[in-house]
């Protein structure tokens, strides 16, 4: 089953959210890790002549809250002067705070009270800024000179190790961001795929008519040319006997070509043009064994060539 568009669209609000997240941490963390690694304490501050004076101690409690845990906490904060001072301690100069946890419940439910890492009138080791120097990221100052009653070299050390954790933690945001952008992917190639699924699926209740389509078949009637054995009566030459033909097929319906005697009409048979001799049938023999074809009687007024046979 697919999940509904809402949560998809959590899951897109939650993983813009981890990645952004994810990528500020990564950053930062890496900044901070280089800078620190940069750093040598041991160059950066130099330790002051004589001891410093604890002057003042304050303390502030405070809970942290992770879901129904608490744990109570007190943030120390120191006031000193510097060696060679007066016993007035001016001027004073402030530290940064030291975290001692007092318990694991709420501050209200807590009777403990802690022991500060200094006390008053405590003398202690201090550092100043090296000649040239001017005190910077990852080094705590409380005061403008920068002067310190916590060894500078754990503040780099620390300021490493918080690069570290938030570089890691970063990681971890990137990857879980990444890996719900997949899934939102996947969950919307899936509901994509349902939809095309069920649009060519037929659905409960819904009865599938097949339609029918008729196309329209107009008879054509085409005349074929039909070639027909055709039988043709060649003329002859004039006193050449009948030439034989091979008979073709004989295709039921079709008569048979016959051979046809034909007349010739004899020379004399034409008017004289004026201005020319007279015609004589000299020079045209009648061709021997070629009888006069039967059934055609000789023109009237026309002598018989020497020679030629009467027609029977």
Known sequence: ????????????????????????MTLSGALMTSSASERDAAEDFQKLEGQCTIAEAWVTRSEDRSGNDYKCWDYWEYRFCLPGLNSTCTPMYKSRQESIKVCDRRCSRCGDRTTPFFQVNERVECWEPAPGYEPGSPYDCRNPPCYKIFDPADEVTAAV???????????????????????????????????SYQ??????????????TTTAQVPMA???PMVQPVAMAVGQPVGAPPMAYPQATAATGYPQAQPMAMAVPQPSAYAQAAGYPP??????????????AAGYPQAAGHPQATGYPTAA
Request: aromatic residues 4%; positive net charge; hydrophobic residues 50%.
């Open 161 to 195: 190790a918080v690069g570290a954790v938030l570089t890691s933690l970063g990681v971890v945001f990137l990857c879980i961001a990444v890996g719900i952008a997949i899934c939102v992917r996947c969950a919307l190639m899936r509901q994509s795929n349902q939809r």
């Open 199 to 212: 649009s060519s699926t037929p659905q409960p209740g819904v009865a599938m008519v097949p339609v029918a």
């Open 279 to 292: 015609l004589t049938t000299a020079g045209y023999p009648q061709a021997a064994a070629y009888p006069q």
């Open 1 to 24: 089953m697919p999940p509904p568009p809402g949560c998809l669209v959590c899951a897109v609000i939650g993983s813009v959210i981890c990645f952004m997240g994810g990528l500020g």
């Open 222 to 224: 085409m005349a074929q």
